[in-house]
Nanobody, 121 residues
Framework: VQLQASGGGLVQAGGSLKLSCAAS????????IAWFRQVPGKEREFVAL????????YVADSVEGRFTISRDSAQNTVNLQINSLMPGDTAVYYC???????????????WGRGTQVTVSS
């Protein structure tokens, strides 16, 4: 069972990135998929979640209006679109899967390795 986050990179402030979360080894049709981010020395921060189908999306207040979570059925991924990137968005971004709808990292059973997003000013 594996989740793989991809799409990170180095971008200038104001730019955009699309992160993708792909699953393998099992079906996540009954799971909640979330994105978290983490910077060194800080706790993992909730960013957004939705059902694997893309239903019932929710984005953290701190990034609402710039971050969008959605499903790409053709690619079988859950994506995080990040617009108007700011240096404060610099972090490792992880996708994770949970049975229940929660914003707490401990509630997530499966985690991807993470993808680095670096925003230069």
């Amino acid at each position: 069972v594996q989740l793989q986050a991809s799409g990170g990179g180095l971008v200038q402030a104001g730019g955009s990135l699309k992160l993708s979360c792909a699953a393998s080894g099992r079906t996540f049709s009954n799971y909640i998929i979330a994105w978290f981010r983490q910077v060194p020395g800080k706790e993992r921060e909730f960013v957004a979640l939705c059902e694997w189908s893309g239903g019932s999306p929710y984005v953290a207040d701190s990034v609402e209006g710039r971050f969008t979570i959605s499903r790409d059925s053709a690619q079988n991924t859950v994506n995080l679109q990040i617009n108007s990137l700011m240096p404060g968005d610099t972090a490792v971004y992880y996708c994770a899967a949970a049975r229940g709808r929660t914003m707490t990292p401990s509630g997530y059973v499966y985690w991807g390795r993470g993808t680095q997003v670096t925003v230069s000013s």
